[in-house]
């Protein structure tokens, strides 16, 4: 309890003089503030604790007695400490807070605690759609005693999978060898460094129904009974045919289920009751034996990309998508780190060079690869990394003469240029032209000195080729220099440490990340149909650097006044596509 | 298919002339050998030239191919000092006058602003203007009047001025936006269409009094640009608002019984009436100019590319192509324009 000291007082005052011009009953002890408030329906009672640091800091609020209001979305317990449970009425790491008022600071948090119980008391659809949303949050006050399972297996739709539980000291493992973690990954069946020795059995049941979460002072033996007679039968009957007998002592249960688009996971525990250790019981999803087991809720942690690609951004509906990237450099190793998070599936990687030290500040591998195949190297470094990923590496030298035979091109969903090569590119955009390819291609580079980059999506059937890009806007005609760029041609941009041989085009890893991001924004565009011509992003940096070397721009440099604005790059006059 | 502006490309490049261009070396080889006459003669009279000026549209770029047999023009400026200037302006355009004589040269006259003469056999025709500096410096003065002038002189005039006025980034309609390089250059395409529209369009007497200065200086004044962020350049619609621009301006001054006068006064000294004693063409001149204005217009209204260069090519002549569909091969890349190689300007 905090003591009232001269500085703190001043705020409690102001509180209470609040609560009263508002009448609301209240009584005060130390810091905290019971109040008494009138729903619609009825009369609840708030403790509000009002911190050291307040109003810097916004006051908690509990809901007492709690646990005879059921169940109620945005308002915790626990069960050793059931008589308070916090209201969450708001992010408190996500506010911007009027410290110079403490009474205004309070009355917002108060009425924001009181709405956010009226409506969840008052509206049980919303409520319902509440304590969805925060599913896991709410299973959790459920599972206070128990440890966290890692959950490695693929849920089949309305069918199920065999687990077997691992545990070490740290944590719980319920693994199925049908799962969609390549066997790289750091997270794979075979790198968790699973032992031997199995501490459980269980099943992951997929369901297509909602699954009500049980009130607080539900028992969860009888609220799983009443689940069980909601599973398909024919699931049970398969279930308890497959598993008729077993001599496990404890046995998981893996509920799964999509809700608006959102998976859910419930976990639970059953433990052999005392006198029953040593005789073979039908598993929990049969009624026989049912009261030969003791329940635990588990919250479980699943490696799946239904919950983890969408909790980083990305969307598993890239899984299935199978992109070609050509270049392995700065600007590649950036594209796919970012594409292996936004969720993508499959990937082909093609780049014959090798990891060099002038690379180890541009690129994402680290020194540990100097000397190896870039594209070798940054499969294992993707693989491990991202669990979702699949990736065949080409050590191949792409050139104008090979490009017909060297990749069978129309296995792919989008294929992506990051060479750096201009010449090989657009024999590329030519060949692709001329054999109709039906697949989209990105072409994307930077300019030197962080002037800025630019990212090319050309779309089957539709005109607009790399080679508008390289109409000269004066002539109309084919040149060799790019109108995207922000740089005059002509001009002499190469950087040099060490003379002929040794020169290179100078840019940042940030230049790189930033194209990578335009690139990565064109192929979020495409896959989500949101395209429906050929277009360019590019990026403008501040052009420092170039006017240092008395470089110059182009009028499209001094013009250009927004990344991430699509460009229509068809050109009426490119006779390559029209 | 190819685009409008694409075939504007090509008039232009069938139409410009400049001052390395093939067509104009015999011109620029017979001034290179004039010249240093002139500045010996110069010299021998006690002159001393202290520069030369080039002048006219090889001075700021609007330069077109002669049409129907006409003259290569060359106007040139020789700047004499002021203290071995003589106080008789006549005097050196006398040496001029005599130097072509010399040299092949026939019609050759001593005019008001200038001394001009005829090469025949290479269809050139000069016009050599002497000058000198003020007195405590400034603009420059131009040695005024014909071989017996009453009151010849020395006048204001500013040849540099007036060439930077044409070639600054301002000065136009939209005087709040400076026009950057690309807009300039759009400006001086302009006017190039507009000489040829000239010769194609009037006959020899309206045409000689339609001053290519007057052109230049009202294209100027009521030029309305047309490049987008992306350097796509749109000459038909810049050209069809610049002419918009200049019909709805008070250049032409309505006299009465549908008759127009026009007046344009240059932008620099001596700021005189460009037209002077030949207003009266402004009748003509603003007919035409609206029947131009109309038939690019109706260019607009026809999705079809032979019919909108149809209607350039009789407005402009045959120098402006007109389209016809020929199918080419599908599988052929157009080839690249430039040299063999340039260094790239990517990185990846």
Redesign the interface.
């Known amino acids: 309890m905090f003591k009232i000291t001269a500085e703190r007082k001043p705020e409690i005052n102001l509180i209470s003089a609040y609560l009263n011009t508002k009448g609301y009953e209240h009584s005060i002890q130390g810091n905290e503030f019971k109040i008494k408030v009138p729903l619609d329906s009825l009369t609840v009672e708030i403790r509000a604790v009002i911190p050291e640091e307040f109003p810097f800091i916004l006051p908690d609020f509990h809901l007492i007695d709690r646990l005879k209001m059921g169940r109620l979305a945005h308002v915790s317990w626990k069960p050793s400490d059931p008589q308070y449970a916090d209201i969450c009425y708001t992010n408190k790491n996500a506010t911007n807070i009027n410290f110079k008022d403490p009474t205004a600071v309070f009355s917002s948090a108060l009425d924001s605690a009181i709405k956010t119980l009226s409506t969840c008391l008052n509206d049980s659809t919303t409520n319902d759609e509440e304590l969805y949303r925060e599913y896991m949050s709410v299973w959790g006050f459920f599972c206070e005693t128990s440890l966290p399972i890692l959950c490695l297996a693929d849920p089949k739709p309305n069918d199920f999978v065999f687990l077997n539980i691992y545990s070490n000291s740290k944590r719980l493992i319920a693994a199925s060898k049908h799962n969609s973690v390549n066997p790289n990954s750091v997270l794979s069946y075979k790198n968790l460094n699973l032992n031997k020795s199995i501490t459980g059995k269980g099943f992951l049941i997929s369901l297509e129904c909602y699954i009500p979460l049980p009130a607080p002072l539900d028992n969860l033996m009888d609220w799983w009974q009443q689940q069980l007679a909601e599973i398909p039968k024919f699931l049970i009957e398969k279930i308890n045919h497959q598993y008729h007998k077993e001599k496990a002592r404890n046995f998981w249960i893996i509920l799964h289920t999509v809700y608006k688009g959102n998976p859910f996971y419930i976990g639970l525990q059953f433990e052999r009751k005392p006198e029953y250790q040593t005789i073979t019981l039908t598993p929990p999803t049969s009624t026989q034996d049912l009261d030969k087991w003791s329940v635990i809720a588990s919250q479980i942690r699943p490696i799946s990309p239904d919950v983890l690609i969408p909790r980083s951004g990305g969307s598993t509906s890239w899984q299935d998508k199978h992109i070609c990237v050509i ?1 392995c ?4 190793s950036q594209v796919l780190n970012l594409m292996c998070t936004e969720g993508i599936g499959k990937l082909t990687i093609v780049d014959d060079d090798t990891l060099g030290l002038e690379n180890i500040h541009k690129h994402t591998l680290s020194p540990l690869y100097l000397g190896t195949y870039k594209s070798d190297s940054l499969k294992f470094d993707l693989e491990s990394r991202y669990p979702f990923v699949s990736i065949q590496s080409e050590r191949t030298s792409l050139k104008g003469t090979n490009i017909n035979n060297v990749l069978n091109w129309r296995n792919f969903d989008l294929i992506i240029w ?6 090989i590119e ?1 024999k590329f955009n ?1 060949y692709k ?2 054999q109709q390819l039906d697949v989209p291609v990105i072409y ?5 000195y962080g002037v800025g980059g ?1 990212a090319v999506l050309t779309l089957p059937e539709k005109p607009g080729c790399l ?1 508008c890009t ?1 109409i ?12 995207l ?1 922000f ?1 005059k ?2 001009q ?3 950087s040099e440490t060490g003379g002929c041989g040794y020169d ?2 100078a ?1 940042s890893a940030t230049d ?1 990340i930033q ?1 990578s991001v335009q690139v990565i924004r064109l192929i979020q565009r495409y896959f989500n149909n949101q395209v429906e011509e050929s277009i360019a992003l590019s990026w403008k940096g501040d052009g420092h650097l170039a006017d240092q070397r008395g470089l110059h721009f ?3 440099y ?4 927004c990344t991430f604005k699509e ?1 229509k790059i068809e ?6 596509c ?1 | 298919m190819a685009s409008l502006q694409s075939y504007y490309n090509k008039f232009f490049q069938n139409i410009r002339l400049e001052y390395q261009s093939d067509a104009y070396k015999q011109v620029k080889d017979k001034d290179d050998s004039i010249s240093p006459k002139i500045t010996q003669a110069f010299k021998e009279a006690g002159y001393v030239v202290e520069s030369t000026l080039k002048l006219g549209s090889m001075a700021v770029g609007t330069s077109i191919k002669p049409i129907n047999g006409g003259d290569y023009d060359l106007d040139k400026g020789f700047v004499i000092t002021y203290d071995s200037s003589p106080e008789n302006p006549i005097a050196p355009k006398e040496i001029i006058h005599e130097v072509l004589g010399n040299h092949g040269f026939t019609n050759h006259k001593i005019k008001t602003p200038c001394v001009t003469a005829d090469y025949a056999s290479i269809n050139m025709h000069i016009d050599y203007t002497v000058f000198r500096p003020q007195e405590y410096g400034g603009i420059h003065e131009l040695a005024v009047g014909k071989k017996h002038a009453k009151e010849p002189k020395w006048d204001e005039n500013d040849p540099t001025g007036l060439i930077n006025w044409i070639n600054d980034n301002q000065y136009h309609k939209a005087w709040w936006h400076s026009l950057d390089e690309e807009e300039v250059a759009q400006f001086k395409t302009i006017v190039r269409y507009l000489k040829r529209w000239r010769d194609v369009n009037f006959c020899d007497s309206d045409r000689k009094r339609i001053y290519s200065i007057a052109l230049t200086i009202m294209a100027k004044e009521q030029f309305a640009p047309s490049i987008d962020e992306e350097g796509n350049r749109n000459d038909h619609e810049a050209l069809q608002n610049t002419i918009k621009n200049i019909l709805e301006h008070n250049y032409f001054v309505n006299i009465g019984n549908d008759k127009f006068e026009i007046s344009i006064n240059l932008p620099v000294a001596p700021r005189r009436e460009v037209f002077q004693q030949h207003k009266s063409v402004g009748t003509v001149f603003k007919e035409r100019l609206e029947k131009m204005h109309n038939k690019l217009i109706e260019v607009n209204k026809t999705d079809n590319l032979e019919e909108k260069t149809e209607i350039l090519n009789k407005l402009f002549g045959e120098d402006f192509p007109i389209h016809s569909e020929t199918k080419e091969s599908a599988n052929s890349l157009h080839k690249f324009s430039g040299p063999g190689f340039v260094q790239d300007h990517g990185g990846a």
């Not at chain 1, 990051?418 to 010449?423: A, F, R």
């Not at chain 1, 000269?472 to 109108?483: A, F, H, V």
């Not at chain 1, 050109?571 to 390559?576: F, I, S, T, V, Y």
Request: net charge neutral; with cysteine; hydrophobic share 30%.
């Open positions: 270049g450099g700065s600007v590649g990051v060479t750096g090569n201009s010449t657009m030519e032209l001329q994307a580079w930077n300019e030197p630019h080679a390289y000269d806007k004066s002539t109309l005609q084919l040149g060799l220099y790019s109108n760029a740089l041609p002509g002499k941009l190469l290179y085009i840019f790189a194209t182009t009028r499209r001094k013009k250009f006044d460009i050109c009426e006059d490119c006779h390559a029209h």
